[in-house]
Nanobody, 126 residues
Framework: QVQLVESGGGLVQAGGSLRLSCVAS????????IGWFRQSPGTDRNFVAV????????SYSDSVKGRFTISRDNVKNTVHLQMNILKPEDTAIYYC???????????????????WGQGTQVTVSS
């Protein structure tokens, strides 16, 4: 089992940057793929990015590709989401989540994830 805590959200102007962090507890952190999702009021929780358990493979949604970078440090049990060239449409609550890649499911599907953080608010002003 793993517990996740996000931080780093805030208010930023369009074109600016933020770095989100997701810190995990538990000795099995390196066995999980870690994803970032975001949710705006009235919308579904949408996939943003995922990194595999070794950190060697990443994937992004088309809306953030080229602007966001996901990385992880398995020694520090941390995953980061570097967000650059932020746009007002990036405004949302951002969640990190963990899933066991051995189990059935797609990395981009929120239903495939077993563990979730509480979320951190990102607001981008125009």
């Amino acid at each position: 089992q793993v517990q996740l805590v996000e931080s780093g959200g805030g208010l930023v102007q369009a074109g600016g940057s933020l770095r989100l962090s997701c810190v995990a507890s538990g000795r099995t952190f390196s066995t999980y793929n870690i994803g970032w999702f975001r949710q705006s009021p009235g919308t579904d929780r949408n996939f943003v990015a995922v990194i595999d358990r070794s950190g060697s493979s990443t994937s992004y949604s088309d809306s953030v590709k080229g602007r966001f970078t996901i990385s992880r440090d398995n020694v520090k049990n941390t995953v980061h989401l570097q967000m650059n060239i932020l746009k007002p449409e990036d405004t949302a609550i951002y969640y990190c989540a963990a899933r066991d890649p051995v189990l059935e499911g797609r990395d981009s599907a929120f239903a495939a994830y077993d563990y979730w953080g509480q979320g951190t608010q990102v607001t981008v002003s125009s």
